[in-house]
């Protein structure tokens, strides 16, 4: 491994329309990379800047010749040097003083930790169990008056404090509506699952006070007629809110969700109706509390009223059994239980309900029958015997309201909840979603899938290909530290906008961004690839760790001493490829296995295809680099032949991609393709596009024009033939020429 390492100002930042990656560029990152370059194996190579700031703590040597030749170290008097060892504590007096410094802090953290007993930790663990147990009381709602948070304001409240705070402000004290006209609205549309238990009570409450009446007063034809109607309205409610529910459990069936009669069906909707609509339910609630109090007040008709009752009448003490006031009054209590017993009815209704219930009848009590009432028993020997009538109702009807109030109250925190629940839900929904883009735009839409269906962590993933085009363009001449990120960023947009249309069949990906290069590849469909490694799969060459790292070679690869498999090339000539995975490299990528003789035999022309694709894209990018250029900078370049173009390299071959590392994935490709088109774009010409010999055979068989350029040196491969492809002025591919002997140009 080569290292090297400078210091100095970055621009850092994310360009680009797709496959973002956070990256940095400056003149000292090309310097550092410089380093890296010209270093030595298994050696750490520092510029003189950042051995300054080391502060003396290794030993160092001169750095290697070629970073005294590299052009660019040179350009801005880079002096190199080779990290040896660390110095040792006795050569730097600094380095034993901080020892000793972070010896004594050991130290004094291992006194503290031995001072804090058992019985200690105990306590605190003890206080923290007490402290939560106490916020998730406050947090109940019980709906109750705190003296303490009426007169002590707290300044610093809590989380949960704030939230309570937060809807305690969103509802009124007195009628327990939200000041949110739209969400009491959309409270009251909630549908009342209990409407038809509350129904059923009713029924038989109301039977209950039909029984009363039947045998405290004599049945009389009108009694009859008013009994037998409410009779009839209160058992067809009774029976169309149960229609549904009965219906679903004996009548539907998994294929069928709803009646297919008509006049089933009519008493489905009818039964669902009624649940959902507020207007609906009101109407119910209206006519069985009149139904209870017709039933109760019935009692009472026939009688005459008190000023009518005189001392002198022998016949008083009968006319004073026309009712029974307690039995009234106990049917009256039942009546104001009732009106709170429905659950969807505004709050406001039934306390206004109940309220004038018992002031009519205290009316009725005090005014118009208080002799009768005044002559029977009493509660209290020492208390009037109608007032005693009156307070049962008002503490029957005072108990109702505060529990109907605690009801209401808990039924509006749980709607708050399940507001907050739903926004809650939408909101993970919206960054499910926000994630799902974030991947699909960093790693390929389906790599992004395969991650996000599996949960997977650190496993590895990787797919073969037998057929990659490979693409390395850089721009020519452009300084970062000069025209700054905001034109890089411009120029990728503009490229990522031209990858976009290449999103059919064969679909180009692009892979990343390098400084002022962008790389790109066609043919990596999921559907093409040889193998798709899954976590449950095995890796065939290496053995992994349970993290997915490597753990040792396989010495049975190859049948060569060292290591390395020789393929044919080109024109017979033997090439040493290196099928290392961990020494292997194109600028920070290793190479992968190479390719067999046999994928190139039975290679179909869909498959070549891809080396097509791939050309037609650099051409357009070619054109996109022309037309920004034209845009952009021609008046600030005006004169220089060079700037803003260029220069393009393409191979193709067996390959290998996947996703690499722990921490920040980052799907990137491997093989003898990716380092020999890097080549040919080191090595190419600004404004062409060069290619190796197998591409151009290929790119041939599509009459496209590929001109030889001669024997061109490749780092690790030395001199091969490299092949530039004709394009006009208008950037259009030329056609292949065929001389007269038949012999291929």
């Given at each position: ?8 100002d970055?621009l850092?930042g994310v360009i680009?329309?797709?496959?973002w ?6 003149k000292d ?13 298994g ?8 051995l ?8 160092f ?12 170290l040179q350009?801005h ?5 080779l990290?040896k060892s ?9 380095r034993?003083?901080?020892?000793r410094?972070a010896k004594?802090l050991?130290e004094?953290?291992?006194?503290n ?5 058992t ?11 007490k ?7 406050d ?6 008056i705190?003296?303490?948070k009426?007169f002590?304001?707290?300044?610093r409240?809590t989380?949960?404090?704030i ?6 402000r969103n509802?009124?004290s007195?009628?327990l ?9 959309q ?9 038809k238990?509350s129904i ?5 409450i ?5 029984t009363?009446?039947?045998?405290s007063?004599?049945a009389?034809?009108?009694y ?23 219906w679903?459990m004996y ?12 006049l089933?069906?009519f ?5 669902d109706?009624m ?8 109407v ?6 009149f139904?209870?109090?017709?039933v109760?007040?019935?009692q009472?008709?026939?009688c ?7 001392d ?24 104001i239980g009732?009106?709170f ?6 709050f406001i209704?039934?306390a206004?309900?109940?309220t ?12 118009e029958?208080?002799y ?5 028993p009493s509660?209290?020997?020492?208390f ?5 009538h ?8 005072g ?20 507001r ?7 909101d ?13 735009n960093?790693l390929?839409?389906?790599v992004a899938?395969f991650?996000?269906?599996n949960?997977l ?6 797919e073969e ?6 693409m390395f ?5 452009f300084?970062t ?15 990522d ?7 059919q069949?064969l679909?180009v ?22 193998q798709?490694?899954?976590?449950q ?9 349970p ?5 040792r070679?396989?010495?049975?690869r190859?049948?060569n001493?060292?290591g390395?498999?020789r393929?044919?090339y080109?024109?017979?000539s033997?090439i040493?490829l ?17 390719p067999?003789p046999s994928?190139f035999?039975?290679s ?11 050309a037609?894209?650099?051409?357009d990018?070619?054109r ?22 260029l220069r393009i ?9 996947g996703?690499v590392?722990i ?17 040919m ?5 600004p ?15 599509f ?6 350029r ?8 030395g ?6 492809v004709?394009?006009?002025?208008e950037?259009?591919?030329l056609?292949h ?7 291929e140009e």
């Open positions: 491994m080569r290292i090297g390492v400078h210091s100095g970055v850092s680009g329309a797709a496959k990656q956070f990256d940095i560029w400056s990152v090309d310097i550092a990379n410089r380093l890296e370059a010209t270093g030595a194996t050696r750490v190579h520092v510029s003189q800047k950042t300054a700031l080391l502060d003396g703590e290794y030993f040597e001169d750095g290697t010749e070629k970073a005294r030749e590299d052009p660019v350009k008097g880079i002096r190199t040097f990290i660390l110095r040792a504590p006795m050569h730097d007096p600094r034993r003083q901080r020892e410094q004594k050991s004094a953290s291992k006194a930790f031995m001072h804090n007993s019985l200690h930790q105990y306590n605190q663990v003890r206080n923290q169990a402290l939560e147990m106490c916020r998730e009381l947090k109940m709602p019980i709906g109750r705190q003296l303490t009426v002590r304001r707290s300044t409240l989380q949960d404090e939230e309570e705070e937060t809807f305690r509802i009124s007195c009628c509506f939200f000041r949110i006209r739209n969400w009491e609205y409270y009251m549309q909630e549908p009342d699952v209990m409407l238990y059923a009570l009713a029924w038989a109301y039977m209950g006070l039909l009363i009446q039947l045998l007063k004599d009389r034809y009108h009859w007629f008013i009994d037998g109607t409410t009779i009839i309205l209160l058992t067809s409610l009774l029976i169309v809110s149960w229609y549904k529910k009965l679903i009548m539907s069936d998994a294929e069928v969700s709803s009646p297919n009669s008509r089933s069906g008493f489905f909707r009818m039964s109706e649940q959902r609509n507020v207007y609906i339910r009101i119910i609630y209206f006519l069985t509390i139904s209870y109090c017709a109760a007040i019935m009472v008709v026939g005459s009223s008190s000023d009518d009752y005189f002198d009448d022998p016949s008083v003490d009968e006319r004073m059994q026309c009712f029974h006031p307690w039995i009234l009054t106990n049917c009256m209590t039942l009546v009732m009106s017993l429905f659950t969807r009815i505004p209704i039934k206004c309900f109940s004038i219930i018992t002031i009519a009848y205290a009316i009725l009590v005090v005014f029958f208080h009768i009432y005044s002559s029977s509660t209290n020997v020492n009037n015997a109608k007032y005693s009156i307070l049962l109702m008002i503490i029957t009807m108990i109702f309201h505060v529990m109907e109030r605690q009801t209401e109250f808990i039924a509006k925190v749980d709607y708050n909840w399940k907050q629940l739903i926004k809650k839900q939408e993970a929904l919206i960054t499910n979603d926000t994630i799902k883009v974030l991947l699909t960093i390929p839409s389906h899938d991650y996000l269906s949960q962590q650190n496993e590895l993933y990787y290909y037998d057929n990659v085009a490979v363009a850089s721009i020519k001449n300084d530290d000069k025209i700054g990120l905001s034109v890089l960023n411009e120029i990728i947009c503009d490229f906008d031209v990858l976009n249309k290449y999103g069949a679909r990906e692009k892979i990343k961004v390098a400084n002022w290069t962008y790389m790109a590849a066609c043919g990596l469909d999921v559907s093409r690839s040889e798709v490694n899954a976590p799969m095995k890796f065939r060459n290496v053995s992994l760790m993290n997915g790292r490597r753990s070679y396989d010495g049975a190859s049948s001493t060292d390395v498999q393929v044919p080109g024109n017979g033997n040493a290196d099928l290392d995975l961990e020494r292997g490299q194109y600028e920070g990528n290793v190479v992968a296995s190479a067999r994928a035999q039975n179909s022309s869909s498959s070549n295809e891809v080396v097509r694709v791939m037609e894209f650099a051409l990018l070619m996109t680099m022309r037309r920004f250029s034209a845009e952009n900078m021609q008046t600030e370049y005006e004169g220089s032949t060079d700037y803003g173009m390299g393409i191979s193709h071959g067996r390959a290998m991609a996703v590392g921490s920040k994935p980052h799907y990137d490709i491997w093989g003898n393709p990716v380092n020999m088109a890097s080549r774009d080191s090595t190419g010409l404004g062409q596009i060069q290619v190796t010999e197998n591409t151009a055979m290929k790119l041939r068989e009459n496209i024009q590929c001109n030889y001669g024997m061109t040196f490749v780092k690790g491969r001199n091969i033939p490299t092949y530039i004709g394009i006009d002025k950037y259009e591919f056609p020429r065929v001389s007269k002997g038949s012999k």
